[in-house]
């Protein structure tokens, strides 16, 4: 039976590196959580979401799936927004693109993957909504760039649709949903001049009215 002890080895060091530089760190990290963001990634193991925005465990609330995808009929990544917007009263929600996504390009592939299809659907659905502006580019890798980038777009208008996310508003609570990506090439993140804070910024289509 494999243990993966090379595994268990490097988190005994690195525990031991946080108890040395900051005794009481564990100690305190375990009466509570009290993050003021919650993070939608992708589940790429190139991005990690804390290291990015140098941030300690505690400090951002994470939920990472293929592509950052945000679908209203998944209860996964709505329960984690409603325990982090709810519970944790997040101030900020950040969905966090990259550019080179496997889950993007695989969208692009006109060929099938397997379960992953139905998935990848909805990144099809994107680039539909774009797709003349898309088209027009005849650049292939800056095609697939600015579809990672408008993906992430359509994620953040996704969360924004959320009963959780305009209830929070109603109430008259501090939100903001921004959108951003990053660069796996340089490290460097990329603000998408993308920031919704309130209910008028979004489609009346999607506005949900308070009985």
């Known amino acids: 039976m494999q243990t ?7 988190n005994r060091k690195w525990a031991a590196r946080i108890k040395k530089s900051e005794p009481d760190f564990f100690t305190k990290l375990s ?3 009290n993050p003021e963001y919650l993070w939608i990634g992708c589940s790429d193991s190139r991005v990690p979401s804390n290291q990015i925005v140098d941030l300690l465990p505690g400090e951002i609330f994470v939920h990472r799936n293929i592509a950052n995808v945000v679908i209203h009929t998944d209860l996964n990544c709505l329960s984690v927004i409603q325990y982090a917007v709810e519970v944790l009263k997040v101030k900020h929600i950040i969905v ?3 550019y080179g996504c496997g ?3 695989a969208a692009l592939e006109k060929r099938s993957f397997g379960l992953i299809d139905t998935w990848l659907r909805h990144i099809k659905d994107v680039y539909r909504h774009h797709q003349d502006k898309l088209d027009a580019i005849a650049d292939e890798n800056e095609r697939f760039n600015l579809l990672c980038e408008l993906n992430v777009v359509e994620q953040v208008g996704n969360v924004c649709h ?5 209830k929070a508003w109603e109430s008259g609570r501090d939100l903001s949903v921004h959108g951003w ?3 796996i090439e340089n490290g ?5 001049d993308v920031c919704v804070d309130n209910v008028s910024d979004i489609s009346d289509t999607y506005e949900i009215k308070s009985s």
């Open 96 to 98: 966090c693109g990259h």
């Open 31 to 33: 009466r509570q959580q």
């Open 188 to 192: 460097i993140l990329k603000n998408l």
């Open 162 to 166: 959320t009963s959780i996310v305009q």
């Open 4 to 10: 993966l002890k090379n595994l268990f080895d490097n």
């Open 181 to 183: 990506i990053y660069s």
């Open 103 to 105: 889950g993007i390009k």
